[in-house]
């Protein structure tokens, strides 16, 4: 019941400023060039945000009623990481991306349900942390395992907060995940993700000073 609450909560906003903008279009935007630009900026952000919700309400839902299959594979997790930090680049070039990447990294996956993984960290870094501040991906391949970190220099997390992330629809600032977006529900995903192919995550973070996620998957021996 709870989860119905916050997914409609999380609908509702959405829709209630595309029908504020829609009303202000029909009342003065006809004949305000500034306005009709405004409210279609408005309206195509905000389409975005609930089509992007409503993908994320239909994994986890696909996820608790066990539809979702895995189609694992054999590839080498550096190799993920570098495409995706080299998309992300050409997206932000405000932050700077740093990797340090230990290869080969072999792991046994869905290849993309792990990135969906990997992204989901990546963009939650970017959306915690300064521009022209570094975000670090790091790949190290230990015996048995292979780590997977993304640290950041972001506002950080308060240590009593830390056993909530992975919550759906959890947010740890709501005034500050209003501005940065989000729905709170990306960590719950990457979590359920990473259990499925036998993995777990560690998570460092202090206030003002960062956040530091590091993903443990087992290696392909």
């Known amino acids: 019941m709870r989860f119905v609450s916050d997914a409609s909560h999380e609908l509702r906003t959405p829709i209630s400023v595309i029908q504020g903008y829609v009303n202000l279009l029909d009342r003065w935007g006809k004949n305000d060039e500034k306005t009709m630009q405004e409210s279609i900026d408005a309206i195509k952000s905000e389409t975005e945000n609930m089509k992007e919700l409503v993908e994320q309400l239909l994994f ?46 072999h ?15 990546v963009d939650n870094s970017i959306k915690y942390t300064p521009k022209e501040e570094k975000i ?3 790949i190290i391949s230990e015996e048995g395992s292979v780590r997977i970190t993304v640290q ?11 056993p909530d992330i992975f919550d ?12 940065t977006g989000g729905s709170g529900i990306g960590l719950s995903i990457a979590k359920w993700i990473v259990e499925r192919h036998g993995g777990y995550f560690e998570v460092w973070s202090r206030v003002d000073i960062g956040t530091r996620i590091t993903i443990d998957i087992p290696k392909i021996t």
């Open 136 to 138: 670090l991906i790091r």
């Open 107 to 121: 792991i046994n996956a869905d290849k993309q349900l792990f990135k969906q993984v990997i992204r989901i960290l």
């Open 152 to 162: 950041d220099n972001g506002i950080g997390i308060a240590p009593e907060e830390l």
């Open 168 to 179: 759906r629809f959890y947010r740890s600032d709501e005034s500050r995940a209003r501005k």
């Open 60 to 105: 986890l839902a696909r996820g608790d009623n066990g539809t979702i299959q895995l189609h694992k594979q054999d590839f080498d997790a550096c190799d993920v990481v570098e495409e995706i930090v080299s998309e992300t680049q050409m997206i932000d070039p405000k932050h700077i991306f740093e990797m340090d990447l230990n290869k080969p990294a």
